[in-house]
């Protein structure tokens, strides 16, 4: 008696797989059954873990060498024929944008190019925003825009690169020499503090610096929305803590004022073009309204995390652009509980590592 056909397997090329959201969204192909799947990884370090935990990866030219980058995305898709290329850092998101731009069948979770540049540099999001009046932090990027803001809140500040991500480089003005250095820095944004994280101030460092100086940090409300030809769609509200940018104990929030400004943002978004996940990171000002800081347009680092908590978001997001995709995705959340992250351990062989350094690509055997 012949046995039936092996179930089909879906194939995902994922840009920049080295990353923390990377790793978050292997964790959820591996809960989903990772045989299910044929994982192309693209990532400009050679030595990243999750390059092999693929099928096959490719080392990519880092994002500012976007004519390199595009032309191997050309490759890979030509070669591979992937179901779903999937952006997995904000430089990923605006090159793929270009990218996709003129293909009406390209197999891309991204949208319009002016979408994924309004995303991607946070005062281009501020003056998007509030032209489309929609609350956003006060923001500047000059000495004159700075001095108002200072004028008008005071001290700290805070200083994020305008093209950044994953809370790197963010750093609190607790001084004017603070916000001089950080002006002086360029393609900086200025922010109001809206409920700031615990930071060590010159009282703290009167003793010496810390041995440990970085502690558990309460992070910002994120929602996230899934928008396509159809409209957009709320998923999820939760909340981290984090080290580092990484979350590590995540709860859901069931919050209607943060799903409505989400869906707001989202129907913003959407007129304009976009397509995909779109992601609000928002604080709470005294009044207690949410106050968004930050936009992404990608899968997130707490995706594992809900996937554990009953939002299966990837299974959710490769239902939608993937046409074959057959797999179920019950939405059955846990407000109840905690997705607690733990490090986990792997090995690379160095003959795996500079086969990838040396030749570009490495297969698994």
């Not at 805070?158 to 002006?183: C, D, I, Q, W, Y």
């Not at 615990?198 to 940090?217: C, E, N, R, S, V």
Request: aromatic share 8%.
């Amino acid at each position: 008696m012949q046995g039936s056909a092996a179930p089909r397997r879906f194939r995902l090329l994922l840009m920049s797989v080295g990353s923390l959201v990377g790793t978050a969204l292997l964790e959820c192909i591996e809960a989903i059954g990772r045989e299910r799947f044929e994982l192309i990884g693209m990532n400009s370090e050679a030595g990243a873990v999750n390059n092999f935990r693929m099928d096959v990866c490719y080392l990519s030219p880092p994002a500012r060498q976007r004519q390199a980058l595009l032309g191997l995305l050309d490759q890979l898709v030509r070669r591979h024929a992937p179901d779903l290329v999937v952006p997995l850092r904000d430089d990923d998101v605006v090159a793929l944008a270009h990218w996709a731009q003129g293909r009406a069948d390209a197999p891309a979770m991204v949208g319009s190019v002016r979408m994924a540049e309004v995303i991607r540099d946070k005062w281009s999001s501020y003056r998007w925003a509030t032209d489309n009046g929609l609350p956003f932090a006060r923001s500047a990027i000059d000495a004159a825009g700075v001095a108002r803001l200072r004028d008008e809140v005071g001290l700290p500040l805070v200083a994020k690169p305008r093209e950044g991500f994953g809370s790197n480089g963010v750093r609190m003005l607790l001084t004017e020499a603070h916000v001089e250095a950080a002006l002086a820095v360029g393609d900086t944004i200025v922010q109001e503090p809206i409920d700031p994280s615990p930071m060590l101030t010159p009282k703290d460092l009167a003793g010496g610096m810390p041995l440990w100086f970085a502690p558990i940090q309460p992070g910002s409300p994120l929602a996230l929305c899934l928008l396509d030809d159809q409209g957009c769609r709320f998923v999820a509200a939760w909340w981290s803590r984090h080290v580092r940018g990484a979350a590590l104990d995540t709860v859901l929030l069931q919050e209607p004022a943060l799903e409505r400004l989400a869906l707001d943002y989202a129907q913003a978004a959407w007129r304009d073009g976009w397509r995909g996940l779109f992601n609000l990171q928002a604080r709470r000002n005294a009044g207690g309204e949410y106050v968004p800081i930050e936009l992404a347009g990608r899968f997130m680092g707490g995706t594992g995390a809900l996937h554990r908590l009953g939002i299966p978001v990837a299974t959710i997001v490769f239902r939608r652009f993937i046409a074959s995709f057959d797999l179920q995705a019950p939405v059955e959340p846990l407000f109840d509980a905690r997705a607690v992250k733990q490090v986990t351990t792997h090995v690379i062989r160095r003959q795996d590592q500079s086969a990838l350094r040396e030749t570009g690509v490495w297969h698994r055997a």
